[in-house]
């Protein structure tokens, strides 16, 4: 059962209510958001182009575009190499799009000045390597410059360099330190990278395509263009921000904002088509940038190659469109029916346990590895704790079978520094706080599953999830006013998230199932003569749970439609459903349970 709690920014709220003279509730919500003055509110509300930092505050930024621009003036390639996945090819488009509306202006063929290469995720891995510089070398390639990769590529660079290829890095990944604490960094001409300390950029969290916008951006205002002339590339640095989760704060809030505005006002033509066949019609938002449109680019780069993903958003010609985008969505429908059954058997794998293990360690040969990932995430949600799923990985080390997988964590561990101890017993490992990729041999495999259990060390708090309030809200404060202050605060994603309340002794007016797998849960609570609808999705863990905490039978009586005397505490959060034409006010159950307080952190 997860652990509800109020934040506590109250004084904060208070200062920001009399500097700004917004309501209480709006104090608050900005407040838990890390908002404190007037002008970071105003701001906040009012996204702009002046929240967009000058490119060349970028140390190398000069040099880099000096490069770019005399390796163009001489007639000569550039070679993109991108990445497999959304933040990847997103960032890829743009500066595949930018640099070759720069080269036709200069009278250049586009297609000849400007080519791009993506990695194979299975053949190649992630990133740049040996193979693509070689690639390169043999087309006659000038200048290489990376994104979302390549502040790792130490091999790979230096082999450029041995082969007479300049490379400018464009990335957002973590730069290695060496022992005493300096940037170790593969060979290059220039790397743009906003984690470096020595970048001399003040926001740190851009993505991969936020940081080939700001390159694109620096080369157009050296040109002395007017900002409208790369406004349309706003809607891939868009898509890379959000689907790579990175916090919508600041710049990156400015990104998204304004790239959403670009969608919906005139969506690039590949974006169209990809939504007319998840057949959505609607306003794009960040939920369906992050569910719709996201996962079915990222299908290809899982299941095929990512370059049919940049294809769709490089054509021109609408039938080859139209082909692309129903390619790319049918492809991630195979890639959720494959992610479902995965999912289902790794969580008969978890329930055939008779004691949980701390940290979840997973063999699914059967799944693809591209897929590991994505389960490990759903496991680690059903169940709260860190999850790590292997399957065989096609190549072999000197003879010897190779696993590969991916892990997901929790708050309280973070999975890189817990793994890191035993590197040297991996084959490949790599990752961040709360996910990380790795291959192993697989003899060592139930070994490596012993020691990280063995490590963990978690409590049950650590192992308890933790639900954070804005507010304790009553179901009749649910109007058209607070969704007017709500739907100004979108976008919402990482470090803005979408307002939670919460709300105590609610009645029950209906209890149903509903969908293909009648996994959606329908509620129609009463509060003090108020009615409201609200959503459950995914809940058939969550009635499981409810069945062991409630009166026995209790569940099971409420879904066949008796009216019970019973109530549920509930954390929700407010939205819209739009339902043929008719748009009406409900709620998305974040938990629910039988009625108790909140505990207040």
């Known amino acids: 059962m997860a652990d509800w709690y109020i934040k506590n920014h109250r004084q904060e709220a208070e200062r920001l209510k009399e500097e700004t003279g917004m309501s209480t509730l709006a104090s608050i919500l900005l407040a838990n958001r890390g908002i404190r003055t007037f002008e970071e509110a105003k701001t906040y509300f009012s996204p702009d182009l002046s929240g967009l930092h000058n490119p060349y505050l970028f140390q190398q930024m000069e040099s880099a575009v000096s490069l770019i621009m005399d390796t163009l003036s001489s007639g000569l390639s550039i070679r993109i190499v991108g990445d497999y996945d959304q933040d990847g090819v997103a960032a890829t488009t743009i500066l595949v799009k930018g640099l070759r509306s720069l080269a036709e202006e200069m009278g250049l063929d586009p297609y000849q000045a400007v080519s791009y290469a993506i990695p194979d995720r299975v053949v190649d891995g992630y990133g740049i390597n040996r193979r693509l510089v070689e690639e390169a070398k043999k087309e006659d390639v000038a200048l290489i410059i990376t994104c979302d990769n390549g502040i790792a590529a130490f091999d790979a660079l230096d082999y450029a360099q041995e082969v007479g290829i300049p490379v400018i890095i464009t990335d957002h990944h973590e730069i290695q330190e060496d022992e005493e604490g300096g940037e170790k960094v593969p060979a290059c001409v220039a790397y743009l990278n ?71 006002e005139k969506p690039d033509p590949g974006i169209a088509a990809l939504l007319r066949y998840n057949h959505w019609e609607r306003e794009v938002d960040t939920y369906v940038v992050g569910f719709i449109i996201g996962p079915s680019i990222n299908s290809s780069g899982r299941l095929m190659t990512a370059r049919l993903g940049v294809e769709l958003f490089l054509e021109d010609d609408p039938e080859t469109i139209e082909a692309y985008a129903a390619e790319l969505v049918a492809l991630n429908n195979e890639r959720k029916e494959m992610t479902r059954t995965g999912v289902e058997k790794a969580t008969d794998l978890v329930r055939s ?105 978690l409590s049950t708090e650590d192992l308890t999830p933790r639900i954070g309030l804005d507010a304790s809200l009553p179901l009749s404060m649910v109007k058209a006013p607070l969704m007017r202050i709500i739907d100004h605060m979108a976008p919402f994603g990482m470090k803005n998230p979408k307002p939670v309340f919460g709300a105590k002794n609610l009645s029950i007016r209906q209890f149903r199932l509903v969908g293909k797998n009648k996994t959606v849960l329908q509620i129609r609570f009463e509060d003090q003569g108020s009615f409201v609808n609200g959503v459950l999705f995914q809940a058939d863990e969550k009635l499981k749970s409810l069945e062991k905490e409630g009166p026995e039978g209790v569940i099971e009586d409420l879904l066949s ?41």
């Open 353 to 457: 346990q008779s004691d949980l293990d701390q940290v979840l360690v997973l063999y699914l040969p059967e799944v693809h590895e591209s897929l590991c990932g994505l389960i490990a995430g759903r496991i680690k949600d059903l169940f709260y704790r860190p999850c790590l799923v292997f399957t065989d990985a096609e190549e072999t080390g000197e003879g010897e079978n190779l696993v590969k997988g991916s892990g997901r964590s929790i708050e309280s561990y973070n999975i890189f520094e817990a793994l890191q101890l035993h590197r040297e017993d991996y084959v490949a490992f790599g990752g961040h706080a709360m996910a990380c990729g790795m291959t192993l041999r697989k003899k060592d495999l139930n070994r490596m599953k012993v020691m990280w259990n063995r490590d963990a060390k």
């Open 194 to 264: 906003p984690h470096s300390k020595n970048s001399g950029y003040p926001f740190p969290d851009l993505c991969g395509a936020g940081v080939a916008f700001k390159l694109i951006q620096a080369i157009y205002q050296e040109l002395g263009e007017d900002f409208a002339r790369i406004r349309p590339l706003l809607a891939y640095a868009c898509l890379g921000t959000i689907c790579d989760v990175v916090p919508l704060q600041g710049e990156n809030r400015v990104l998204a904002s304004m790239g959403l505005q670009v969608i919906n």
């Open 561 to 601: 439609g008796k009216d019970l005397p019973v109530t549920f505490d509930i954390c929700y959060q407010p939205g819209w459903n739009e339902f043929r034409g008719t748009k009406s006010l409900q709620i998305k159950l974040v938990d629910i349970r039988f009625s108790r307080g909140f505990s207040r952190s």
